[in-house]
């Protein structure tokens, strides 16, 4: 049995770990494409570019999290530092072809992060019966994006530039990444495990899981991109509409931890199910009706629901698979995730170029989370082992 200390440092470990990884390497971009507009660096179809690049590298991560030759703990430590430089990176030039790579790198070691910690920290937390601390590390998105969105409205009050704002958080993310590296202990392996195909099981893939998994990354991530512009173009002053990145964030940590009480009295799938309809609305009440509080409203159901369903999803996958079997279907949910998130926003600022607004695609999206979310609740057929 684990101590209490060793508890703590690893649901620390991998709430940081997390918070650094999306929080930075994901959403730094989202609140700070307002600002780098504003610098007259890019325009929302540039945004589109640099988001969807990003959501490649995503998905490229998360398709070969499986297959890196590299001991866990590595991958891990080169993950997050590689974050940090490519956030440096960002504010050291303003040219678009550098962004894009940059912007690919950071997708990449996100995706790799989340799978990491997702199987390794979340999955010891289960060996040792304290699940109840598994909740804390997913808490972490949250924190990064509540922290972030913080401080980019603080930047934007007291003019700092978007290129200083860019090389502020790499440097701060970097010392963060130092004291994470040097306390990460054995619950993530030094050396790559070894894997026995004679006795490892493979399951067959739930694509109803999936597919749920990839709607949620084409309806959460229009407004993950472009929230702040949305509340920007009806509200200039920072005051206003910089508090919808930190209030998407705080919504994702307070619901984060919430979600374990209703985890007592409900299945993963219909906590997952009614979460994707309360993102649906989200989407729909600035869509029907924009305003500065529909926006900030459908922030708070978006942000709310994300990371339940990224939580419950990941434990879904450890529910439905057998343990040597895990990563591979968290990579191919991520995976699934990661291509309706490349979609999202240059459909989003296709739509936007024709329209000049946000609501058809923000309709269509929320009208596939309510589709996919029918899908999850249909009676689940009996989990079949394939032998290798």
Request: proline share 5%; charged share 10%.
């Amino acid at each position: 049995m684990s101590s209490q200390s060793s508890i703590f440092r690893i649901t620390l470990i991998g709430l940081v770990s997390l918070a650094l990884a999306m929080g930075i390497g994901r959403f730094a971009f989202t609140p700070l494409m307002p600002m780098m507009q504003e610098d007259g660096l890019l325009n929302i179809m540039d945004g589109g570019y640099l988001a969807s690049i990003h959501l490649f590298g995503y998905w490229l991560g998360a398709v070969f999290a499986t297959k890196i030759p590299w001991p866990p703990k590595a991958m891990l430590r080169f993950s997050l530092l590689a974050i940090a430089v490519g956030t440096v990176g960002m504010g050291l030039t303003d040219n678009f072809t550098v962004w894009m790579m940059l912007r690919w790198l950071c997708g990449v070691c996100s995706a790799w992060t989340l799978v990491l910690v997702s199987n390794y920290n979340v999955k010891h937390l289960a060996e040792i019966n304290r699940t109840e601390y598994q909740t804390w590390i997913f808490s972490g998105v949250g924190v990064g994006i509540f922290i972030i969105g913080l401080g980019y409205m603080a930047f934007m009050v007291t003019h700092i530039d978007s290129s200083q704002s860019w090389l502020i958080t790499g440097v701060l993310s970097f010392i963060a990444i130092c004291v994470v590296c040097l306390n990460m202990g054995p619950e993530i392996p030094d050396v790559r495990p070894a894997v026995n195909l004679r006795k490892t099981q493979r399951s067959t893939l739930d694509w109803r899981l999936i597919a749920a998994y990839g709607a949620m990354g084409i309806g959460y991530i229009i407004p993950a991109t472009y929230l702040p512009i949305m509340a920007r173009e009806i509200v200039q002053s920072p005051f206003i509409f910089g508090w919808a990145w930190p209030i998407f964030g705080a919504a994702a940590f307070i619901s984060t931890l919430l979600a374990s009480r209703f985890q007592k009295r409900y299945s993963n799938r219909q906590i997952w199910a009614a979460s994707q309809v309360i993102m649906a609305v989200g989407l729909l009440l600035p869509a029907i009706y924009p305003h500065i509080l529909t926006i900030l409203a459908g922030g708070l159901c978006v942000g709310g629901t994300f990371m339940i369903i990224t939580m419950t999803g990941m434990k879904e996958a450890h529910r439905v698979a057998p343990p040597q079997d895990v990563m591979r279907h968290i990579a191919v949910m991520t995976a699934s995730f990661a291509t309706g998130q490349m979609i999202g926003p240059l459909f989003a600022s296709f739509v936007h170029e024709l329209t000049q607004s946000f609501s058809a695609s923000l309709i269509f999206a929320s009208v596939t989370l309510i589709l996919t979310a029918i899908l999850l609740l249909e009676r689940s057929p009996k989990t079949e082992i394939v032998q290798p």
